[in-house]
């Protein structure tokens, strides 16, 4: 499941601190959002969503940020751990729309021991 | 595991080859997606089912050809495909197509064309 040759922005942490991954979005019609993380070798793994009437949800050391001004999402990771190495993508839905999911490029996310 | 079973898991196939892509889902849900993941692009949608009825096709060449028996069962069928068709295809399965429920993916199954 890795992009190898898609050029990733790649986010380096030290264990314990708090993680941030930003995405940006363009359809301001979208209105459903859902952060996914993939590991080397597997598909990608459903972490968090978030519906446009909302600008903020918590999860289990995970929060979601949603700035429909700006269009930009966040996820926050809580006392990163190396077993959250992994690429993260955001992906948004327009309202109305059957499962049309767009996805971001990815952040890859290395947690340093 | 997400309950989302795909097989192969790899496979290398001649461009002159036919194959299939096979996926099951055992969560009850009612929309089921075929993606593709290749090195030089983000995930792509490639067809959704809702209740066995396509209801999206983005613009995927003939060559792929996706067929839905029931809610739990989705195949890819592949058919002279080209070399740059090399990719991982992930299945994912979501409560229904409209509401947006997150979906959940397969392992995928990692295609090379030869």
């Known amino acids: 499941g890795e992009s190898v040759g898609l050029h990733l922005p790649t986010l380096s942490v030290q264990e314990g601190d708090n993680s941030i991954i930003n995405c940006a979005y363009s359809n301001s019609a979208s209105d459903y959002f859902i952060w996914y993380k993939q590991e080397s070798g597997k598909g990608p793994q459903f972490i968090i969503d978030i519906r446009s009437n909302m600008d903020k949800r918590q999860g289990q050391r995970v929060t979601v940020l949603l700035n429909k001004t700006v269009k930009h999402l966040s996820l926050q990771i809580a006392a990163t751990q190396p077993g959250d190495s992994a690429v993260y993508f955001c992906?948004?839905?327009?309202?109305?729309?059957?499962?049309?999911?767009?996805f971001g490029k990815g952040t890859k996310l290395s947690v340093k021991p | 595991e997400t309950g989302v079973t795909q097989t192969p898991r790899h496979l290398v196939m001649g461009m002159t080859n036919k194959k299939s892509l096979k996926c099951e889902q055992h969560?009850?849900?009612?929309?089921m997606y075929w993606y593709k993941q290749s090195a030089k692009k983000p995930l792509e949608l490639m067809f959704v089912?809702?209740?066995?009825?396509?209801?999206e096709n983005n613009s995927v060449p003939s060559r792929f050809s996706p067929e839905c028996p029931n809610s739990s069962h989705l195949f890819l069928h592949l058919h002279t495909l080209q070399p740059e068709d090399s990719a991982l295809y992930l299945c994912?399965?979501?409560?229904?197509?409209?509401?947006?429920?997150?979906?959940?993916f397969g392992q995928g199954t990692r295609l090379t064309v030869v």
């Open positions: 089912y809702s209740l066995e009825e396509r209801v």
């Open positions: 969560l009850g849900h009612n929309a």
């Open positions: 994912a399965s979501s409560q229904d197509a409209w509401a947006g429920g997150g979906a959940f």
């Open positions: 992906a948004e839905k327009e309202g109305g729309s059957q499962g049309n999911l767009i």
